[in-house]
């Protein structure tokens, strides 16, 4: 059963998120970054060796609908593989993902009468 989850697009020149419950899997993450599949899973056993980050605990497996699972990874886990992706895509993104993190959000002014 496939599960529902949201995904990082760049459309229109910009990045923007489907939802808060960010699972891509290599495939997606090659197209987002302009990379191949096999550069992400490259990075991915690199940083399993390394130890840099638990990836059993930013990645699961969704069962497709042939039978055949496919794994997907967190948004923690996407935003270690872009700072390991030297390209114009990648660096677009950690700008991104690093202003989303600092974005002050506007207060509501609260007024007492």
Do not use: P, Q
């Not at 987002?32 to 490259?42: P, Q």
């Not at 935003?79 to 202003?99: K, M, P, Q, T």
Request: glycine share 6%; with cysteine; aromatic share 12%.
């Amino acid at each position: 059963m496939m599960m529902k989850r949201d995904l990082i697009v760049f459309e229109h020149e910009r990045f923007e998120l489907t939802g808060y419950d960010v699972w891509m899997t290599a495939g997606e993450i090659a197209s987002l970054f302009g990379v191949t599949i096999m550069k992400v899973r490259g990075i991915v056993n690199r940083m399993r060796k390394d130890m840099v980050v638990n990836l059993d605990m930013i990645s699961r497996y969704d069962l497709l609908e042939n039978g055949y699972k496919d794994e997907l990874y967190n948004l923690e886990c996407i935003i270690a593989i872009a700072y390991n992706i030297h390209n114009g895509l990648s660096v677009e993104f950690r700008r991104w993902i690093c202003d989303r993190v600092t974005r002050r959000k506007e207060r509501a002014m609260i007024v007492y009468f």
